[in-house]
T-cell receptor, first 114, second 108 residues
Framework: NAGVMQNPRHLVRRRGQEARLRCSPM?????VYWYRQLPEEGLKFMVY????????ESGMPKERFSAEFPKEGPSILRIQQVVRGDSAAYFC????????????FGPGTRLLVL | GIQVEQSPPDLILQEGANSTLRCNFS?????LQWFHQNPWGQLINLFY???GTKQNGRLSATTVATERYSLLYISSSQTTDSGVYFC??????????FGKGTKLTVNP
């Protein structure tokens, strides 16, 4: 059973470009979470999704950030018009239903904005 | 929202030593996990432990839910144990709130 997969593992963007981060949950997992880790800090929750639904987006910045988890395919975290402060490691986690189970984390995508 | 405090923030050990890491929560949690982030940045699940005690090899964890803390024990530490240890908990929602971590360095 493959673990949580994220791609790309490293992403370099110039200010103003768009970044798209992908997450494929573990097989059988229908809950996906995105977290962001700034340098030398702990992880901070961004958004929690189930298939085709955003359940909790209380940690998402109000502008430029969006997330989706379509019926088919991976979950996507999209950052429009990136700025240097968006440079961070973005981790995706998944868990099986029902909720409040162990969250399994992917290897992360390291985003660098030049 | 819930606050998570980890102690100590930094820990330096000689190989073979034992250690205890602590995690305090400001409110009751019903979803608690310990992670190890290795020097390459990978997050590794150690324990899902909202209450009670679990052991896995040289590592064990105990959560006292009524007193809102959890402990991670590392025995006979090895250099490969180096990295940052995070605890994270969730209360009424599924999202995990992370502590700032304990940075462990194990010297040969």
């Amino acid at each position: 059973n493959a673990g949580v997969m994220q791609n790309p593992r490293h992403l370099v963007r110039r200010r103003g470009q768009e970044a798209r981060l992908r997450c494929s949950p573990m097989k059988g997992h229908s809950h996906v979470y995105w977290y962001r880790q700034l340098p030398e800090e702990g992880l901070k929750f961004m958004v929690y999704l189930q298939k085709e639904n955003i359940i909790d987006e209380s940690g998402m910045p109000k502008e430029r950030f969006s997330a989706e988890f379509p019926k088919e395919g991976p979950s996507i975290l999209r950052i429009q018009q990136v700025v240097r402060g968006d440079s961070a490691a973005y981790f995706c986690a998944s868990s099986p239903p029902p909720s409040r189970q162990t969250q399994y984390f992917g290897p992360g995508t390291r985003l660098l904005v030049l | 929202g819930i606050q998570v405090e980890q102690s100590p923030p930094d820990l330096i050990l000689q190989e073979g030593a034992n250690s205890t890491l602590r995690c305090n929560f400001s409110d009751s949690v019903n979803n608690l996990q310990w992670f190890h982030q290795n020097p390459w940045g990978q997050l590794i699940n150690l324990f899902y432990i909202p209450s009670g005690t679990k052991q896995n090899g040289r590592l064990s964890a105990t959560t006292v839910a009524t007193e809102r803390y959890s402990l991670l024990y590392i025995s006979s530490s090895q250099t490969t144990d180096s990295g940052v240890y995070f605890c994270a908990g969730g209360a009424k929602s599924e999202k995990l709130v992370f502590g700032k971590g304990t940075k462990l360095t194990v010297n040969p």
